[in-house]
């Protein structure tokens, strides 16, 4: 089955530094990446995806890059705001598995002021 | 914002006792995700509903975990009985249906569960 590791386990980064976090994963069949955002006491949020079809997509501060070949996905967050520390997780999920995703282990993330 | 509700919150109980958490999720929603979250870890599946059959149960223990989605809307996860190691924060997601390759999964709060 699909493996997704995650690292750092934890980063700490200047606020208005740039953040970067990646995954491997194993399934060669993966083709939807999540990122999730987890803040204390809540839920995972989605906060980007990427698809196997395209190898990079932003969103403000917020870029996910996709390496099929090399079986990996980073997110970097850029301009780092106090807002941004919760712990953030990968996933991968392929639609011959119904959607099922597989968490990797996450990154607690601290934005220092 | 339609969001995935959840409750209780927070559940404290002893070992052997029986507890159930509630989830009804985002209207139109036909699949329903229950996970399980130790702490410092991601969510691990236990059960993923589509409108009320089951799709995959094989990480759900069967022995003590029973889930169940009667009228393919609004679900129950029963924990019978409880043990120390089930303590843990429980998710609730679901996802609309859709074509394609991956379907967005939109969680609610959880319900964090001691068992004492």
């Known amino acids: 089955g699909e493996n997704v590791e995650q690292h750092p386990s934890t980063l700490s980064v200047q606020e208005g530094d740039s953040a970067v976090i990646k995954c491997t994963y194993s399934d060669s069949a993966s083709n939807y990446f999540p990122w999730y955002k987890q803040e204390l006491g809540k839920g995972p949020q989605l906060i980007i995806d990427i698809r196997s079809n395209v190898g990079e997509k932003k969103d403000q501060r917020i870029a996910v890059t996709l390496n099929k070949t090399a079986k990996h996905f980073s997110l970097h967050i850029t301009e780092t705001q106090p807002e941004d520390s919760a712990v953030y997780f990968c996933a991968a999920s392929s639609y011959s598995s119904a959607s099922k995703i597989i968490f990797g282990s996450g990154t607690r993330l601290s934005i220092r002021p | 914002e339609a969001e995935v509700a959840q409750s209780p919150r927070y559940k404290i109980t002893e070992k052997s006792q029986a507890v159930a958490f509630w989830c009804d999720p985002i209207s139109g929603h036909a699949t329903l995700y229950w996970y399980r979250q130790i702490l410092g870890q991601g969510p691990e599946l236990l059960v993923q509903f589509q409108d009320e059959s089951v799709v995959d149960d094989s990480q759900l223990p069967k022995d003590r975990f029973s889930a169940e989605r009667l009228k393919g809307v609004d679900s129950t996860l029963k924990i019978q009985p409880a043990e120390l190691g089930d303590s843990a924060m429980y998710l609730c997601?679901?996802?609309?249906?859709?074509?394609?390759?991956?379907?967005?999964?939109?969680f609610g709060a959880g319900t964090r569960l001691s068992v004492l």
């Open positions: 997601a679901s996802s609309p249906r859709r074509q394609g390759a991956g379907d967005i999964q939109y």
